[in-house]
């Protein structure tokens, strides 16, 4: 069990730094659009105007709950706004100790559970790679797929997240491999 939890803390480890070269690197400029420095101001301008009395939240715009919104919708253009009515550093150190923390959980859970379905190192290897698969194609494709999200920034999301999942799942899988299956000549039966 001790090498469960280790094999998962690294996989945690390595969500992290696998988070971070893909999202704190300039490599994260692959996913998104960029605004200028004007259009910027202007939009930060009509959010605080416009989005700031009815507080932080998730917008769709134009909000299709109503028979106007509904035209406007249909007409575009449309967007979904993670909305935050208070500013915060681009490098968030409270974000990223909680990153750090929440990978370390994730990469244990990830480590229990191949530890309590599966015997070996290759179905563990082969499990990790699908289900990490299988959630990013339901948990970021599908926002692409069902909400017309923006295919550029999901399938780089996607990508960054398949590579963390299955990489923590790969480090847990070999860690439990330990030295079973190596037979020692001391350890013999009677």
């Not at 259009?39 to 028979?67: C, E, F, H, K, R």
């Amino acid at each position: 069990m001790v090498r469960t939890v280790i094999g998962g803390l690294l996989g945690g480890i390595a969500m992290f730094i696998t988070g971070f070269i893909f999202w704190g690197t300039p490599l994260s400029a692959l996913a998104f659009s960029r605004a200028g420095d004007e259009a910027s101001a202007n939009l930060q301008a009509a959010m605080a105007q416009a989005l700031t009395p009815t507080g932080t939240g998730v917008y769709i715009i134009p909000d299709p709950a109503t028979a106007q919104g509904t035209i406007l919708y249909g007409r575009g253009p449309v967007a979904q706004v993670f909305y935050n009515s208070s500013g915060f550093p681009v490098m968030d150190g409270s974000a990223l100790i909680g990153g750090l923390i929440l990978s370390l959980i994730v990469g244990v859970l990830i480590a229990l559970a191949l530890r309590f379905a599966l015997s070996d190192f290759a179905s563990r290897v082969r499990v990790s790679i699908l289900f990490a698969l299988a959630a990013v194609l339901w948990l970021h494709i599908g926002q692409a797929v069902f909400n017309h999200a923006p295919w550029g920034y999901i399938l780089y999301l996607a990508f960054s997240d398949f590579v963390a999942l299955a990489l923590a799942g790969l480090i847990a899988a070999k860690l439990m491999e330990g030295k079973a299956g190596i037979a020692r000549p001391d350890d013999t039966l009677h």
